[in-house]
T-cell receptor, first 113, second 111 residues
């Protein structure tokens, strides 16, 4: 199916463990984004990518690593998970570099114990 | 730091009436403006975007932009119970940068 998918949809992990959240889009959009959504903070940008092998930090990048070896994939890794990284993570993409309308994946709910 | 402000609500509107949602933003350089709808437990869904001053209509939805006042609004005509959701206002500085979101307005349409 065309669109943007995320996996896993739900994840429970422990403090200090490495976790990777996957994002895959079939639109061939150049630009991809990772956001986290927390009560009281709304959606905040973690990292984004303009193309394969081009990534840049957003508002809250600390503790996260991204890569983009293929245009369609944009994984987000928490190198050593902390409780403060408990959140809902959304991946988004856009080809509209003029208007930047972004389309979101279904999200991953991550709980760090 | 860019900021987007929305009244958190809840905003309660009778079915069939017009719902009016408002948003202000701090960065005068903002170029594009978006309204997303988010149902509980779901991802944000793009419903409107606007980039020029004035009104833009799409079905029951009208987005309004006033760059001089740094103000964006969304009108929903003939409100339906299915419109009950959180509405997120977002702005872009131009190009494909990340969006800056408001915290959202919780809209309740009363049958």
């Amino acid at each position: 199916d065309a669109g943007i998918t995320q996996s896993p949809r739900y994840k429970i992990t422990e403090t200090g463990r490495q976790v990777t959240l996957m994002c895959h889009q079939t639109w061939s959009h150049s630009y991809m984004f990772w956001y986290r959504q927390d009560l009281g903070h709304g959606l905040r940008l973690i990292y984004y990518s303009a193309a394969a092998d081009i990534t840049d930090k957003g508002e809250v990048p600390d503790g996260y690593v991204v890569s983009r070896s293929k245009t369609e994939n944009f994984p987000l890794t928490l190198e050593s998970a902390t409780r403060s990284q408990t959140s809902v993570y959304f991946c988004a993409s856009t080809e509209g570099f003029v208007y930047n309308e972004q389309f979101f994946g279904p999200g991953t709910r991550l709980t760090v114990l | 730091q860019k900021e987007v402000e929305q009244n958190s609500g809840p905003l309660s509107v009778p079915e069939g009436a017009i719902a009016s949602l408002n948003c202000t933003y701090s960065d005068r350089g903002s170029q594009s403006f978006f309204w997303y709808r988010q149902y509980s437990g779901k991802s944000p869904e793009l419903i409107m975007f606007i980039y020029s001053n004035g009104d833009k209509e799409d079905g029951r939805f009208t987005a309004q932009l006033n760059k001089a006042s740094q103000y964006v609004s969304l009108l929903i005509r003939d409100s339906q119970p299915s419109d009950s959701a959180t509405y997120l206002c977002a702005v872009s500085g131009g190009g494909a940068d990340g969006l800056t979101f408001g915290k959202g307005t919780h809209l309740i349409i009363q049958p």
